[in-house]
């Protein structure tokens, strides 16, 4: 009679070995060592330069989550290191392309293809859960990915986190009417500026550390930041008595993570899989945190004296008149933009019978 054991063990190094141990019933030991991996994989280390600050919770604060747990989702195969050195914004795609960055934590809205920001937030567009179903179940991501590399940049991108949306902004005068908006000087960027801009508002974008000081000297009488969380972190209610809802220019957005292509296409199976899953679970945990944290934050500004105030009905209708022009005109001079619009508002169009009849108004 023989008897065959098999033992996994680790041997000079070489991890995964089957050890195959064939012995009879009278006579010798037969061995016989057959390897079931003949390398290890490789360890890496991802360099990734993070954006946001990590004080900046729901915004900042996704990347972190993951370089917590990556390295036991990944069997000890990937970990990350942060990359602090300073680097303008609109420069991370192409240096992350160019391989002088592995990889980059930010936002799609920052980058110099104009269609990008589309992949960051969209004025009066949909909340997380529809942005996140045509992103992931729609042609979201395949656009994405086709509209960097159809502009000549060399990375594969990851969508990693999901955000609530901002306010409407801090201004410290009442918004009664369209009318006000009329002369009035204020921090706003991106597609939301030229829709406000119609309607007489001088707009200007400047870096969120200086807004508190331009509302000291004079130079905004109101502005837009972010979540009520990450506004905290500004002291907005010493300078404007009013913040209004709902930020109607990003109602939500999504961050990204880029990693350069050859760096992405040289890790394993097992790696890549670890980093995508990981920039998952930590959309739906931050969408989760990001909204649970938002109402103590207005509540305390309340207690500062702020009013807290939703635009009035007629208001949001003549911005988002102004917004739809908006929207045609980037359409119309832009390729790419229109394409990808033109599948969400497809996408939209669908789900919007979900929307209408699923579930309960907002308000």
Not at 21 to 49: C, D, F, G, R, Y
Request: net charge negative.
């Amino acid at each position: 009679m023989k008897k065959l054991i098999f033992v996994c063990l680790r041997i000079a190094g070489i991890s995964g070995l089957l050890l195959i141990i064939n012995i009879t019933a009278m006579a010798h030991e037969k061995v016989v060592i057959v390897p079931l991996n003949s390398t290890e994989t490789k360890k890496k280390v991802l360099n990734v330069k993070p954006v946001f600050s990590s004080s900046f919770e729901g915004l900042g604060t996704p990347i972190y989550w993951i370089d917590d747990r990556i390295e036991t989702l990944s069997n000890g195969s990937v970990s990350i290191k942060f990359d602090n050195t300073s680097v303008a914004t609109d420069q991370l795609l192409p240096m992350v392309s160019a391989g002088s960055l592995e990889s980059a934590y930010g936002w799609a809205g920052y980058h110099s293809i104009p269609a990008a920001v589309l992949f960051g937030c969209i004025p009066f567009g949909p909340e997380v859960i529809e942005f996140l179903a045509w992103v992931w179940h729609g042609n979201g991501l395949t656009l994405w990915q086709e509209l960097y590399d159809s502009n000549g940049y060399n990375v594969k991108v990851l969508p990693c986190g999901a955000v609530t949306g901002e306010t409407g902004g801090w201004y410290e005068q009442p918004i009664d009417s369209v009318n006000d908006f009329s002369g009035l000087k204020m921090r706003v960027c991106g597609l939301g500026a030229l829709a406000l801009q119609k309607l007489g508002a001088i707009t200007t974008c400047f870096s969120g550390s200086e807004i508190i000081s331009k509302f000291q000297d004079g130079s905004i009488d109101a502005a837009e930041f972010s979540a009520p969380a990450i506004d905290s972190l500004k002291d907005f209610p010493s300078v404007a008595s009013y913040n209004y809802f709902p930020g109607w220019h990003q109602p939500s957005f999504i961050l990204e993570l880029l990693v350069n292509k050859d760096v992405w296409n040289n890790l394993t199976a097992h790696q890549q899989m670890a980093i995508d899953m990981s920039c998952r679970a930590v959309t739906a945990e931050n969408m989760s945190y990001s909204e649970s944290i938002q109402a103590q934050y207005i509540i305390d500004n309340a207690m500062q004296g702020v009013e807290n105030r939703y635009f009035p009905d007629a208001v949001l209708t003549a911005i988002e008149t102004e917004m739809s022009t908006v929207m045609d005109e980037q359409r119309a001079a832009n390729t790419d933009f229109d394409k990808i619009y033109t599948d969400y508002l497809n996408f939209h169009n669908t789900y919007k019978t979900w929307l209408d009849l699923g579930f309960n108004p907002r308000r």
